[in-house]
């Protein structure tokens, strides 16, 4: 019997919410690769550029999002920029398309500004990194590297919403 998928969704955090996102985790042995979320949302606090949200499945809080994003800062650049700065799924709700449905959300909420032609991301490199995922969905090497993280970018129609 096959199970209904969980609806995906991105929500802004709350003070009711922040704690459930800062308990979620990886697993163990993808711990090197994500930044806690009590880090990301302490940067985030000192980062105009920053758009984070929990990424619930249903009304469980799964994961979380934040984007470095270039056109909320003021006065934003001529040619701003976006990123993606933190992903991660809490490993109770990884293997389940969570993650993937999420990406989609973020592809989506990116595409919907029309104000940029790549989506970029960096992963630590190493046994169990997800670059496997990140390519499935369109993103492609770029030759860079930012610091010790290897560069992708997901090429975005600006015509598409």
């Excluded at 949200?53 to 994961?63: L, Q, V």
């Excluded at 933190?86 to 989609?104: H, N, T, W």
């Amino acid at each position: 019997m096959s199970r209904t998928p969980p609806v995906v969704t991105l929500r802004e955090i709350t003070a009711d919410t922040v704690l459930a996102v800062v308990r979620l985790s990886v697993a163990e042995s993808q711990q090197r690769f994500v930044a806690p979320n009590a880090v990301s949302l302490a940067q985030a606090l000192f980062s105009p550029q920053a758009w984070y949200r929990a990424i619930h499945a249903d009304d469980e809080i799964a994961g979380f999002v934040m984007l470095a994003d270039d056109s909320l800062l003021r006065p934003p650049p001529a040619s701003p920029t976006i990123g993606v700065w933190r992903f991660m799924v809490d490993a109770r709700f990884q293997g389940r398309g969570i993650g993937r449905a999420a990406m989609q959300r973020v592809i989506e909420h990116v595409r919907s500004k029309a104000l940029f032609e790549v989506l970029e991301l960096s992963y630590v490199p190493g046994p169990g990194c997800p670059e496997p995922f990140y390519l499935s969905l369109g993103f492609r090497h770029t030759g860079r590297l930012d610091d010790d993280e290897v560069v992708l970018e997901l090429a975005l129609d600006p015509g598409a919403s």
